[in-house]
């Protein structure tokens, strides 16, 4: 048995030079993860490569090289510009992506996006057909290729093939504006095995599945739903994602992370610094953070010239409008609060917008004593994770939206958050800011346990179990057949 791992994206980086493609592996917490189950045990990574309309010829070099440098086979599915356009910008991020975080208000629901999702749908169908062997169990990432399991089926394919959703699943409220919602779901029906970050997740995808499909046959037991649909079996679970937790905390140790910690506790002396660290997107509630910072400065005058906000915003999608009016709203949010409270040597709010290089990133997260993060509402959000991994001194303290995945495993020891309730966020913000280091750090310790115990390798170990391979990520292995069995997430 060998794993097809199938997403949008391959994990790669293409760039063109003046003469020639070259390529280098892409990072992210996926690939980290992924990757060394293709080298120790055999499989392929199928996915876009990146750039629309391109050249098989010129780039197949290029493949093969890659191929031979990370010592794991790809396969890539071409999409063409219109592709891209009407299937990746427009049905992935302009339907399902707004959708799926409760935003329908920001959905552009044009009946060619989903026409094209489908046709791209056909196209991944077809690459995987021709690579997939008959043993292989056929494993597919996240809200871009739902129906993918449709489509292969429908082409004979009978591999035990497995789903799992990144971002929230949401309730019926939300799911029943969707236009195809019925055929989205017959699409995830497909799959033998459908992964949840959370219970909440799960819940939502029951309620819709028994409010629009009232042939399906329900098993629910407080470990798994057993779906049964025209003769087809689904059993649906909760495996929430990590992080690498030792990659992290020993790359904070480094001599050269150390040294710029010590830098910022000499020049932040006598400051407690709040991190919020986010992808420009709408999703992770910028705007209302930064709104509930300045509250928090009006309100308690305790905290001013003891507290700073650091806020990373790394570049997103900046020739889409929304994003760009997005971008604005924040700088503008910025400058006004800070032209509010900012007094000689001290400057309330910091802006970073710019990818950060990943050493000053970890010292940010180890030096930082409250770790801020209030998306709206996300599948899991692993900077919250990350951060308690860096805090190496276990003085930090985590306020946490509760509308994050994260919560569900991280909420005991977090002071939880309605990143929509501005008041509440700025009485967290003061609350978090006045713990005292006998408060903090056993909060901070079972932060780092649960983080540390509940990692990538333990969430994929316990997916690869439920879709019938058992082996440990972490050590070479045998993989051997087993029974399904689905982890509780918890």
């Given at each position: 048995?060998?794993?097809?791992?199938?997403?949008?994206r391959l994990p790669m980086v293409l760039e063109k030079g003046?003469?020639?493609?070259?390529?280098?592996?892409?990072?992210?917490?996926?690939?980290?993860?992924?990757?060394?189950?293709?080298?120790?045990?055999?499989?392929?990574?199928?996915?876009?490569?990146?750039?629309?309309?391109?050249?098989?010829?010129?780039?197949?070099?290029?493949?093969?090289?890659?191929?031979?440098?990370?010592?794991?086979?790809?396969?890539?599915?071409?999409?063409?510009?219109?592709?891209?356009?009407?299937?990746?910008?427009?049905?992935?991020?302009?339907?399902?992506?707004?959708?799926?975080?409760?935003?329908?208000?920001?959905?552009?629901?044009?009946?060619?996006?989903?026409?094209?999702?489908?046709?791209?749908?056909?196209?991944?169908?077809?690459?995987?057909?021709?690579?997939?062997?008959?043993?292989?169990?056929?494993?597919?990432?996240?809200?871009?290729?739902?129906?993918?399991?449709?489509?292969?089926?429908?082409?004979?394919?009978?591999?035990?093939?497995?789903?799992?959703?990144?971002?929230?699943?949401?309730?019926?409220?939300?799911?029943?504006?969707?236009?195809?919602?019925?055929?989205?779901?017959?699409?995830?029906?497909?799959?033998?095995?459908?992964?949840?970050?959370?219970?909440?997740?799960?819940?939502?995808?029951?309620?819709?599945?028994?409010?629009?499909?009232?042939?399906?046959?329900?098993?629910?037991?407080?470990?798994?739903?057993?779906?049964?649909?025209?003769?087809?079996?689904?059993?649906?679970?909760?495996?929430?994602?990590?992080?690498?937790?030792?990659?992290?905390?020993?790359?904070?140790?480094?001599?050269?992370?150390?040294?710029?910690?010590?830098?910022?506790?000499?020049?932040?002396?006598?400051?407690?610094?709040?991190?919020?660290?986010?992808?420009?997107?709408?999703?992770?509630?910028?705007?209302?953070?930064?709104?509930?910072?300045?509250?928090?400065?009006?309100?308690?005058?305790?905290?001013?010239?003891?507290?700073?906000?650091?806020?990373?915003?790394?570049?997103?999608?900046?020739?889409?409008?929304?994003?760009?009016?997005?971008?604005?709203?924040?700088?503008?949010?910025?400058?006004?609060?800070?032209?509010?409270?900012?007094?000689?040597?001290?400057?309330?709010?910091?802006?970073?917008?710019?990818?950060?290089?990943?050493?000053?990133?970890?010292?940010?997260?180890?030096?930082?004593?409250?770790?801020?993060?209030?998306?709206?509402?996300?599948?899991?959000?692993?900077?919250?994770?990350?951060?308690?991994?860096?805090?190496?001194?276990?003085?930090?303290?985590?306020?946490?939206?509760?509308?994050?995945?994260?919560?569900?495993?991280?909420?005991?020891?977090?002071?939880?958050?309605?990143?929509?309730?501005?008041?509440?966020?700025?009485?967290?913000?003061?609350?978090?800011?006045?713990?005292?280091?006998?408060?903090?750090?056993?909060?901070?310790?079972?932060?780092?346990?649960?983080?540390?115990?509940?990692?990538?390798?333990?969430?994929?170990?316990?997916?690869?179990?439920?879709?019938?391979?058992?082996?440990d990520p972490r050590m070479p292995s045998t993989v051997e057949?087993?029974?399904?069995?689905?982890?509780?997430?918890?």
């Amino acid at each position: 048995m060998r794993i097809v791992f199938v997403s949008n994206r391959l994990p790669m980086v293409l760039e063109k030079g003046e003469n020639s493609w070259s390529s280098r592996a892409s990072s992210g917490g996926l690939v980290t993860a992924l990757v060394p189950i293709l080298k120790r045990w055999g499989g392929i990574w199928i996915g876009w490569p990146g750039i629309t309309n391109a050249d098989a010829g010129e780039l197949r070099d290029v493949f093969a090289e890659f191929q031979k440098q990370e010592g794991y086979e790809i396969a890539p599915v071409p999409l063409s510009t219109g592709d891209y356009e009407r299937f990746y910008q427009g049905f992935c991020n302009e339907i399902v992506w707004p959708l799926f975080h409760d935003l329908q208000s920001q959905c552009n629901f044009v009946p060619d996006y989903w026409t094209s999702s489908r046709a791209v749908e056909q196209q991944f169908a077809d690459v995987v057909h021709r690579h997939a062997r008959p043993d292989d169990l056929i494993w597919v990432q996240d809200y871009h290729l739902m129906g993918l399991g449709k489509a292969l089926v429908e082409r004979g394919v009978s591999n035990r093939l497995a789903f799992f959703l990144h971002i929230p699943f949401p309730p019926p409220d939300i799911f029943l504006k969707l236009p195809w919602r019925a055929e989205v779901l017959r699409g995830l029906l497909h799959y033998q095995v459908i992964g949840f970050q959370s219970h909440r997740d799960l819940e939502n995808f029951s309620d819709c599945v028994n409010k629009l499909m009232p042939g399906v046959e329900h098993r629910v037991t407080p470990r798994q739903l057993r779906l049964e649909y025209e003769g087809r079996s689904c059993v649906a679970g909760v495996f929430p994602i990590g992080i690498d937790y030792n990659e992290f905390a020993e790359a904070a140790a480094a001599p050269g992370v150390e040294k710029r910690v010590a830098e910022l506790r000499r020049n932040y002396k006598g400051q407690q610094v709040v991190l919020g660290v986010d992808r420009l997107d709408y999703t992770k509630g910028i705007p209302y953070r930064l709104r509930s910072f300045g509250l928090a400065l009006e309100r308690y005058p305790e905290l001013h010239r003891k507290v700073t906000l650091l806020q990373v915003v790394v570049p997103s999608r900046e020739n889409v409008p929304q994003y760009q009016d997005l971008k604005a709203e924040i700088e503008r949010l910025v400058t006004q609060i800070n032209g509010k409270f900012t007094q000689p040597g001290w400057v309330p709010i910091h802006h970073v917008f710019r990818h950060m290089e990943r050493n000053e990133l970890l010292a940010w997260y180890r030096f930082a004593d409250v770790g801020l993060v209030s998306p709206l509402k996300d599948g899991m959000n692993l900077v919250a994770k990350e951060y308690c991994a860096c805090q190496l001194d276990g003085n930090g303290v985590l306020v946490l939206s509760e509308f994050a995945g994260a919560a569900e495993q991280l909420g005991r020891w977090a002071v939880l958050v309605n990143p929509y309730d501005l008041d509440g966020v700025a009485v967290g913000i003061r609350e978090a800011a006045a713990m005292t280091p006998a408060q903090r750090r056993p909060a901070m310790e079972n932060l780092r346990a649960r983080v540390r115990n509940q990692d990538v390798y333990w969430w994929l170990s316990r997916f690869l179990s439920a879709s019938g391979v058992r082996l440990d990520p972490r050590m070479p292995s045998t993989v051997e057949d087993s029974q399904v069995g689905l982890a509780s997430g918890i």
